[in-house]
């Protein structure tokens, strides 16, 4: 998630850089500003992509989270020992 915001980033200085070359006459060079403008657009679009995607992908995983760790209070460990045995015990309750 927080990957997509730098490249985001990066892709508007890119994209406003182009733009100030190609709005200036004196410092106008037609093949730089021809990459530059349509390699922002596109890095800036990567950036947004990734940033929605952690971010659903980080709603997903705290959702699972907070489940296992209800079920996770449900299970007990104990040991016993008597005169017979001693051993380990997992209980699960529902």
Same mark, same amino acid.
């Given at each position: 998630?927080?990957?997509? +915001?730098p @490249?985001? +980033? ?9 733009l100030?070359?190609?709005?200036? #006459?004196?410092?106008?060079? !037609?093949? !730089?500003?021809y990459?530059q403008? #349509?390699?922002? +657009? ?13 971010? @659903?992908?980080?709603? &997903?995983?705290?959702?699972?989270? +907070? ?15 008597? #005169? ?5 015990s &997992?209980?699960?309750?529902?």
């Amino acid at each position: 998630m927080l990957s997509g +915001i730098p @490249v985001g +980033i990066a892709g508007g200085i890119i994209y406003s850089n182009g733009l100030k070359k190609y709005n200036d #006459p004196a410092g106008y060079d !037609e093949l !730089e500003s021809y990459f530059q403008i #349509p390699a922002g +657009i596109v890095i800036t679009a990567l950036g947004g992509t990734a940033f929605i995607g952690g971010l @659903v992908l980080n709603i &997903i995983g705290n959702k699972k989270m +907070i489940e296992y760790q209800k079920k996770l209070k449900n299970l007990k460990l104990g040991t016993y020992c008597s #005169p017979k045995a001693i051993g380990l015990s &997992i209980t699960y309750t529902f």
